[in-house]
C-alpha cells in the first residue's frame, strides 16, 4: 500500500513540475517578461536561441545592452546580429535596464534629475538579473558571457565591465558614450575589448581617450575606426568582427587526455 501511495504522490507531483519548465523556441527573436521584484514590476527583455540550441550543452551567451530611447526589442533586432550568433552559435539576450534612458548604472546609482530617483540602481540591476535568469534557465557556459553595447549602451558596457569584471569573457563597446571614470580601465587591464567607432559620428573624439588608454596599460584590445562612418551603421557593418572576436576570445573546454 504504501508503494501505491508514493507512486500516486509522484504522478500528482510530476506533471506539475513538466508545466512549470518552460520549452522555448529556437531560431527566432523572443520578447520576453520577468518579476523585477526590486522594482515591482514586470520587466521586458528579448532573447534569441540559435537554430541548433539544446540543453544538452553549455552556451556562451552575448547580453547586449540598447542605447539612448531605445529598448531590447529593437537591439536585437540590429541587422545581422541574430545572423552573427547563428554563426558561432551563441545565445543572445537584451536587457530593458529598467527604461530607455537608465544608463544602466553609468551616470550613478541615484540622482535628483531621474525618476525614480535610484534609476542608475535599478538600471544596473535589470541587467544583472536578466543575466542570472538566462543562466538559471538555459545552460549557460559562465566562463563564456560577453558583454557589448551600444551608444549609451556602449556606456553601460564600460561601466559593468569595469564593475563587474569577473562575470564578462570580453567587451564590445560599441560607439560608446563613454562615462567618466576612465581610471577604472586598470580594473579590466586584462580583459579583452573590441571598439568600434565611425569618425563622422559625434562622439568619436570621446572614444579616442579611451583608445589611448587602452594602448597605454598594453590591453589585449582591437579598434575598430570607420572613416567616415556615423553613429548607426559603423555598428552595425561591424557586428561580423564583434562577433568573430568573441569566438576568438571564447574560452574553450579543456581537452580529453
Aim: charged share 20%.
Amino acid at each position: 500500500m504504501r508503494f501505491f501511495a508514493t507512486l500516486l504522490m509522484m504522478t500528482c507531483v510530476l506533471p506539475s513540475l513538466a508545466a512549470g519548465k518552460k520549452e522555448r523556441p529556437t531560431g527566432r527573436i523572443l520578447d520576453l517578461k520577468y518579476n523585477f521584484k526590486e522594482a515591482g514590476v514586470e520587466m521586458p527583455y528579448s532573447l534569441y536561441l540559435p537554430r541548433a540550441y539544446t540543453a544538452k550543452k553549455k552556451w556562451p551567451l552575448v547580453v547586449a545592452l540598447h542605447g539612448l530611447f531605445s529598448n531590447p526589442w529593437q537591439m536585437i533586432r540590429y541587422p545581422g546580429l541574430t545572423t552573427q550568433a547563428e554563426k558561432y552559435g551563441f545565445i543572445v539576450v537584451a536587457p530593458m535596464g529598467y527604461n530607455s534612458v537608465g544608463w544602466y548604472g553609468s551616470k550613478g546609482q541615484k540622482s535628483d534629475l531621474f525618476v525614480p530617483k535610484n534609476l542608475g540602481e535599478l538600471s544596473e540591476k535589470d541587467v544583472l538579473n536578466v543575466v542570472a535568469n538566462t543562466q538559471k534557465e538555459f545552460p549557460v557556459d559562465a566562463r563564456n558571457i560577453f558583454l557589448m553595447g551600444h551608444s549609451m549602451g556602449g556606456g553601460g558596457t564600460w561601466h559593468l565591465g569595469m564593475k563587474y569584471p569577473e562575470k564578462w569573457a570580453a567587451l564590445a563597446p560599441l560607439a560608446p558614450a563613454a562615462p567618466k571614470n576612465i581610471v577604472d580601465l586598470i580594473k579590466i587591464k586584462d580583459k579583452p575589448v573590441i571598439m568600434v567607432m565611425g569618425t563622422s559620428d559625434f562622439l568619436w573624439r570621446s572614444g579616442l581617450p579611451w583608445v589611448a588608454e587602452m594602448k597605454k596599460l598594453k590591453m589585449n584590445y582591437e579598434y575598430v575606426e570607420v572613416k567616415n562612418g556615423g553613429h548607426v551603421l559603423s555598428v552595425v557593418q561591424k557586428l561580423p568582427e564583434v562577433f568573430a572576436f568573441f569566438e576568438k576570445h571564447r574560452h574553450k573546454p579543456p581537452e580529453k587526455p
